[in-house]
């Protein structure tokens, strides 16, 4: 497997300082931005001392400062930061780890916004205009690699956005319950992150890959896909083929827009394949248990079960929070992920916020 984008950061950094006039930059970050909900998330980063921003979610609309660089497309050199970070949360947060200076480069292509790579040193007055005249390239190398590999992602969202738009697929997964879904993966990989080592990066391509968990069924006959009422035995069996079907999919896929050499390709086959695998291995189609499920899929899985629960279909009405997470809660650990259920059992209040922001649509 081809290393992932932090990894590869964590190298670049290492030549970095091989310069010695840049042996002080003590740390390199990359923080996304997710425009339907106007957050900044963090993503990646090489850090030599403390990390100061990990599993972080902020509001773009509270960073004045920060909005107005995304804007402008403007870069911003801060030499002092304890002379200005008075009142300013996040600063105030780099100085207690021991940062003096910063220099903020927003990701941007053609009118496309995509975050912000950040620099910091410990050294008051580092970013020095030739110091900056050495980390441009740097810095441009860093915002290509991010772009690219976001960029294959879309394209893969392009692509099965296409292929469910002339199949019914689209009238049972609504494009709300995957965007609301996608959230609920998110945030649970988020609450999960300490406990399983999970990086930030992993957490973004859940994310980014648990809304495609369904692909399969657009090779599942209308007839049974949209059905009001009970499937018939055999009917079931092509239903569940979805699951086969989908792999397939994502196999192709990967082959045919040369993507086998992306990183999180593992993240995404697993969570299209074994999201309807249950612990106690009752679910289909590989029968796995417990940790034989790998998280992503686990965690998905959660989400999925949960927005489907709560949300109306062709031949159920919706189920309150209350009805689902008691539901999830009874087969806790049997059926369900023990900790992806607790994560939104204890977390309701995000809940109801990506409830409110994601309400029914028809796919779009
Ligand atoms: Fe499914
Ligand atoms: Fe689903």
Redesign the pocket.
């Known amino acids: 497997m081809q290393r992932g984008l932090a990894e590869r950061l964590i190298c670049l950094h290492d030549e970095i300082k091989g310069d010695a006039s840049l042996e002080a930059l003590s740390r390199i970050a990359v923080a996304l931005y997710d425009d339907t909900s106007d957050m900044l998330k963090t993503f990646i980063h090489s850090t030599d001392g403390d990390v100061p921003f990990e599993h972080l979610l902020a509001r773009m609309s509270d960073l004045p400062n920060l909005q107005q660089l995304a804007w402008t497309g403007a870069r911003r050199t801060i030499n002092d930061l304890t002379a200005t970070s008075e009142g300013q949360e996040f600063a105030t947060r780099l100085v207690e780890s021991g940062y003096r200076s910063s220099y903020t480069v927003p990701i941007q292509h053609k009118g496309t916004f995509y975050g912000f790579l950040f620099f910091n040193s410990p050294e008051v007055n580092f970013f020095s205009p030739s110091n900056l005249n050495r980390l441009r390239p740097y810095a441009e190398l860093i915002s290509l690699s991010v772009m690219r590999e976001l960029d294959t992602v879309r394209m893969m969202h392009a692509a099965v956005k296409v292929i469910r738009s002339v199949s019914s697929a689209r009238d049972e997964?609504t494009g709300s319950?995957l965007a609301r879904?996608a959230r609920y993966a998110r945030m649970i990989a988020e609450k999960l992150a300490p406990k399983y080592g999970l990086t930030d990066e992993f957490v973004e391509f859940v994310f980014q890959f648990a809304p495609l968990?369904?692909v399969g069924k657009v090779a599942v006959p209308d007839s049974i896909l949209l059905k009001p009422g009970r499937l018939t035995d055999e009917e079931f069996v092509v239903m569940r083929s979805h699951v086969e079907k989908g792999v397939d999919i994502v196999d192709l896929m990967v082959r045919d827009f040369g993507l086998k050499s992306m990183p999180h390709f593992d993240l995404l086959r697993n969570i299209v394949a074994f999201h309807h695998e249950a612990l106690d291995g009752t679910g289909y189609p590989y029968g796995r248990s417990g940790d034989q499920i790998p998280i992503e899929a686990r965690i998905a899985a959660v989400a999925?079960v949960f927005?489907?629960l709560t949300s109306v279909r062709p031949y159920k009405r919706a189920w309150t929070n209350e009805a689902a997470l008691a539901l999830l809660s009874e087969q806790s650990g049997i059926k369900f992920d023990a900790d992806s259920v607790a994560a939104l059992v204890e977390n309701q209040a995000a809940i109801a916020e990506i409830q409110a922001q994601f309400g029914e649509t028809l796919y779009d």
């Open positions: 997964e319950h879904m968990h369904d999925d927005d489907a």
